[in-house]
């Protein structure tokens, strides 16, 4: 059955008020006039517009139409019949879900997209970036970080200081570590200072911060067996330092923070993704850091003259124990490659120890107190 | 339970006509979506989720229609990022500083953001009403967005002083601000409902959370001796819990009657929540006025505890599958974690469904929530108006362009959004 007209109510757009109107189909054209036989529109088919409304009504306008007119029809079997000669209108939904799908796969390729930038460009972006700031604006970042890290590591539980080698029978021990830290400066041939400072924490660790300030806990002191194995974790830090990892480090965290955190993520349930794939990123980041630095201590040590194995050596000493469950998660490689990449640089080179038996003696004593 | 899930008898001239399998299938799908496009979705599940309430209710006859589209949610967004990027950046820097600005620098971001929020509230508001068609006419709204973000910060401060005492004032009074500048196309709004009224019907509720966590603290003042707590936790060591309880010797009584109080506040707070919220609606929706056209709401609490009944049900089956699917999810995962000789591939197939899992569950109860309580509410809120002076509705002209939405983007980048 073809239908010809039927009825509609019509808002001009310019009024509230409720027009009840013929709907005629033309040939062309829909043309909606009033009782009186005024036409009030005159609507192409092309140009007409689905619009939203409830199930039992078909609402149109007119494409790009500044004025809100609207047309409602509400005898199902005529609003199929313009359904039929309207171009754009489509009632079961074949353009709908066409479009639904490309929209899922335009938001899909954009999701990949950034996790892509994520785990490939800001790295890279902070590799470039890192050497262009200037020495001033990494010595303030690493001040602001230091500020931090001194709150955190100073308990103020044991009553002594927190920092080693301040008291009297501690200067030795000072003099010693700034003789050992002297030789591998001079063969690193840095562009700013170092800064050291032994701090009285058990854990056997050491770390370094932007703008050059290495901290070295005294449970390293204590499990190390001679001095070049210490000489050997401050050559890895001072590999840090040359790195610019700190640095990176805070550009990196700024990048996925933004990432994650304005463009991804906002959903019920996304804090726990957003976190998930911010640690593991950041250890991705991280262990190819430690990687390096590995390798720049190794050199360090045999241009210094001393003993690359002695890195090897307190590395499987300390990093046997400690080693948590899952790999993904780890910030630094397995001990046991890092050791086995360590020996490699070691050459059959006769070396100089770091220090003599009693500056070795005077620098295990710097937390003496 | 039958009774409850029938759908309530309209009781004035505004219909809801929407099918609850249709805003279903939306959500459900929207949630899937969500999960697999890290939430880059939410601009087309906005969009959807508005355009079937809009199009689904129906006052005096003719349905409402939302005109907002998702890319213009999109680009709202990106240019609200844009413009976020350098005030992030600017903190950033503010914090490197070591001096008190750097002190200081976490406090001024709080209130700068605050305020900024406020901000996009009102400006998102704006997008909303001109994208929302009625009879052929747009609503739209005038008014300073800033003026707006400064008063209802100023509230905030008080609210937060008074305890919360000052809340109904301040709806009341930022209420009256939004609907004064609000139109139906030439047809100005305005807002009668009285922050008196709201605060004598709500401080019962108030009483009932408050009081208990005002005598907590009573009690910690009085029987506590400060000296001798500060004391015991600096300086520390194994010990530190029986220093501090011979310096103390009644904290133990006082930590209990603390937790019965705690627990009897967020009962309370739990149990009075849906009734709050039935107020409040009431309250608003009541005070409501356009031209001649009055409003009245005639929402009966029973109502809203019956959506959240619904909830209920549907959050333990929600719950039963979770527990099933997750066990099932958890052995898998224990499976390629665990063990001694694992791949990376294995670690990030068992965190991912670990992960998964926790998503699955937590979009579901959101899911879940928006399909039985948010969607009752919007049903309750519509049919239980009354309107009178409807005779105005008929010669109304147009007014008022549609805005920019980059308002919407704000508040979303800032997640202060509504609707």
Redesign the interface.
Known sequence: MSMESGKGVF????????HDVAVTLGATSLVISDHAGNVLANWPYDELEP???????L?IGRHGNP????LEIFDPDFARAVDIQAVHIDRTGTIQRRQRGN??GW??A??VS?LLVAYFGIPALAERIAPLLPVAIER??G??VD?QMRAMLD???TGAAFECGKAEGEKAGRAALDKMIHRLEAAAGLPGPLRSTVVRKEDANAFALPGGQIYVFRGLIDKAENADEVAGVIAHEIGHVAHLDGTKAVLQA?GLS?LFG?????????G??VI?ART?LQSSYTREAETDADTYAAVLMNKAGGNVRALATILARIGGATEP????LLDHPETKARVAAIEKFANAKSTTPFLDAKEWAALKRICAG | MSSLEAAPTPVGNVLF???RRVYWRLLARGAL??????????F?LNTDVR?YL???T?VAG??L???GT?LELLLGFLVA?AI??PV?VGF?LA??D?GTV?QMSGVIAFVALGVLGQYAVFRARRYRLTRT??????FHQSGSAWLYALRASLWWILTVLTLGLAYPFQIASLERYKMRHTFY?DLAGRFEGSGLRLFLRGLPMWVAVIVPIALTIGAFVEVVDWQALAEAA?S??DDVMSKIESGNPEIADVVVFAMLMGGTSVTFAAILYPAYQALMLRWWSSGLRFGTVEMTSKLRTVQVYGAYVRFVWYAILCAIVAAIVGGMGLVAASYL?GGEQ?S?GG??AG?AIL?GG??????G??TVYRATVMLSLWQLGMESLQLSGLSA??????SGRASSPVGEGLA??L?TGGY
Request: hydrophobic share 50%; glycine share 12%; aromatic share 10%.
């Open positions: 808002f001009d757009g310019r009024t509230s008020a409720r619009l939203t409304a409830p199930d039992k009504v609402r004025v809100l007119e609207r929209v899922i938001t899909l954009a999701t950034l303030k970042l001040d602001a500020m308990t103020g539980k700024g933004f304005m463009l991804l993520g906002d959903f019920v349930g996304g726990a993704v998930a593991v469950g899952m790999k993904i | 006509l929407g099918q979506l969500l999960m697999v496009t890290l939430g880059i979705y939410r087309w355009r809009w199009a689904n129906e003719e349905a229609e939302y005109t998702p990022v976020l990027i992030y950033f914090a490197l070591l750097g068609i009625y009879r052929g006419l747009r196309g600096a520390g060591g974690v694992t990376v670690e990030i965190t992960l926790y998503v699955v569950i937590a979009l109860f959101s509705l008929d010669a109304v002209k147009a979303d980048a997640n």
